[in-house]
């Protein structure tokens, strides 16, 4: 059993940034692949970033050049940093963790929003 609990959305003018936290209740974090997924009201949820157990990453082309994942194992936490942020980046951030037996675990979300 692995427990997410992620944090650091907000309120956030376009344009600008913020990093998003998913702190793991296990180690060895690369054991797992993270990723981060949003979903906006009456939209279904995406895929946004991803790292693999290897540390490979890939990204939404919506967000490409603009957002990043990273992980810190010693932390046992995954980030996402949001930059340039757009309206249409709004929505609720979720991340999970999936085991090579595809076994997948989910944060509760953190709600990000830009407008001015």
């Known amino acids: 059993q692995v427990q997410l609990v992620e944090s650091g959305g907000g309120l956030v003018q376009p344009g600008g940034s913020l990093r998003l936290s998913c702190a793991a209740s296990?180690?060895?974090?690369?054991?797992?692949?993270m990723g981060w997924y949003r979903q906006a009201p009456g939209k279904q949820r995406e895929l946004v970033a991803q790292i693999t157990t290897g540390g490979s990453t890939n990204y939404a082309d919506s967000v490409k050049g603009r957002f990043t994942i990273s992980r810190d194992i010693a932390k046992n936490t995954v980030y996402l940093q949001m930059s340039s942020l757009k309206p249409e980046d709004t929505a609720v951030y979720s991340c999970?963790?999936?085991?090579?037996?595809?076994?997948?675990?989910w944060g509760q979300g953190t709600q990000v929003t830009v407008s001015s």
């Open positions: 999970n963790a999936r085991t090579v037996l595809d076994v997948v675990y």
């Open positions: 296990r180690n060895n974090l690369s054991r797992y692949t």
